[in-house]
């Protein structure tokens, strides 16, 4: 059994209007999320084809809400910059992180949903951007994405996790083992099998780009690449201590 990882989170809410300004409620809703998903504690790991049931996985992590910090802004969207980042830019400085994790919750041009900043890199942009409509499941959050899913998609890239389909062809891999080969990603809420590669699409695993009700695993696989970056020596050790 895999000890459990606390991870103490600062969700910085930078909005232009109330709707931005998400309640409380909602972003505890999100937490509650990632605390399902990353505990397999997901009720929809019921619907996960018998192919794949036994790579479902439990990450073993337990979120918590740190701190809120709310910044009121004139701009009405924000590029994927990192400008929301820094006060300087009119956005929120990070807190403390090698040993938080940091949201910025605001929104983002071009109907982004959100984006992440990999292990190992400038720890003064360091952690993940979700748009406000696309964070938690109740207050603004809009359907299809309105399960919390773009932030344990973000936080799987934060943990390392490439896409399921490795961003290329067939033979570009997502490091992970126990993941099937794909060339493509897949969107709303495919029927199983989708076939490509020659082997049965993993469609229903939090990094693909399908919808947030049809993506509910994570394999051993990725929980063993995730977890790695919390060894001594790795990019987030700081969590441990
Ligand atoms: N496009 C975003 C990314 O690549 C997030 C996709 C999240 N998908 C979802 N169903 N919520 O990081
Ligand atoms: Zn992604
Ligand atoms: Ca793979």
């Not at 969207?77 to 990070?94: A, C, H």
């Amino acid at each position: 059994v895999l000890d459990t990882i606390n991870i103490p989170t600062v969700v910085h809410i930078i909005y232009n209007n109330d709707k931005e300004n998400i309640s409380e409620e909602q972003i505890q809703s999100q937490i509650d999320v990632l605390n399902e998903d990353f505990n397999k504690k997901n009720t929809d790991i019921s619907q996960i084809p018998k192919e794949f049931s036994d790579r479902s996985s439990s990450v073993n992590l337990r979120f918590s809400l740190d701190s809120v910090i709310r910044i009121s802004s004139t701009k009405t969207s924000w590029g994927t910059d990192d400008e929301m980042k820094f006060s300087s830019s009119g956005g929120s400085d990070v807190i403390s992180p090698n040993t938080r994790l940091n949201i910025w919750v605001c929104n983002i041009d071009g109907g982004v949903l959100g984006y992440a900043q990999f292990p190992g890199d400038n720890p003064d942009t360091d952690g993940i951007v979700v748009s406000p409509q696309y964070f938690g499941t109740s207050g603004s959050a809009i359907a299809p994405f309105d399960k919390g899913r773009t932030t344990t998609h973000e936080v799987g890239h934060w943990l390392n996790l490439r896409h399921i389909w490795g961003d290329g062809g067939c033979l570009q891999d997502d490091f992970v083992a126990d993941t099937p080969e794909s060339n493509t990603p897949n969107y709303g809420c495919p029927d199983y099998p989708v076939v490509n590669c020659e082997s049965n699409d993993m469609t229903m695993n939090y990094m693909d780009y399908v919808d947030d009700a049809c993506m509910y695993m994570f394999t051993s696989g990725q929980t063993d690449r995730m977890r790695a970056v919390f060894a001594s020596g790795g990019p987030r050790e700081g969590f441990l201590n």
